[in-house]
């Protein structure tokens, strides 16, 4: 019986792995509060864009994402992210008073191209699903699950997340607010 792996299976898988690290990393990250620390997971030209779910008939299902040019729940650069991650740590944000309870789960972790390496300045797609559950106080409880399109890059040696859209399964959103980053 041959057991044999080809090389480039094994860099696939290599590279496989690296991108999960990367998003389960970020994700405890997020669930630790470390911020400045998920920055510096994020290229200095990130585009952290969420925009806004439409019900939309069978037909027009392409539209039901609020175009890029469109109002967005976010849609955000490193800048932009940088402020409210020193709002969220000055203590006094009003809507993490007390702090939230959040736990970010990342699955279905896929590589649109299958690739077997990603070189310095090169970016490729890959995409996750998410499910976020908040808590707060004794009786408010979020639910956020939905999809994410990232665009992972190779900087300096790491991967950087360079793009990310998120949608929601929601076209109407149930939380009281957007401080947890997705």
Aim: include cysteine; charged fraction near 35%; hydrophobic fraction near 40%.
């Amino acid at each position: 019986m041959n057991l044999s792996i080809s090389p480039s299976r094994l860099m696939y898988l290599d590279l496989v792995r690296e991108v999960e690290d990367l998003l389960y990393a970020e994700a405890d990250l997020l669930d630790a509060r470390q911020y400045e620390e998920w920055l510096d997971l994020l290229t200095e030209d990130i585009r952290y864009w969420m925009p806004i779910r439409k019900n939309v008939p069978w037909r027009d299902q392409s539209g039901d994402v609020s175009a890029e040019d469109e109002v967005g729940w976010f849609d955000d650069d490193k800048s932009t992210l940088s402020k409210r991650v020193k709002q969220l740590m000055t203590g006094i944000h009003w809507a993490e008073e007390p702090l939230s309870r959040v736990s970010h789960i990342i699955s279905n972790v896929r590589m649109v191209e299958k690739r077997e390496s990603l070189a310095d300045g090169e970016s490729m797609p890959v995409t996750c699903r998410f499910f976020v559950y908040r808590n707060r106080l004794e009786t408010e409880t979020d639910f956020l699950v939905g999809r994410r399109e990232d665009h992972i890059r190779r900087v300096d040696g790491e991967l950087k997340i360079a793009r990310r859209k998120i949608l929601i399964e929601q076209s109407v959103l149930m939380a009281k607010n957007l401080t947890v980053f997705l």
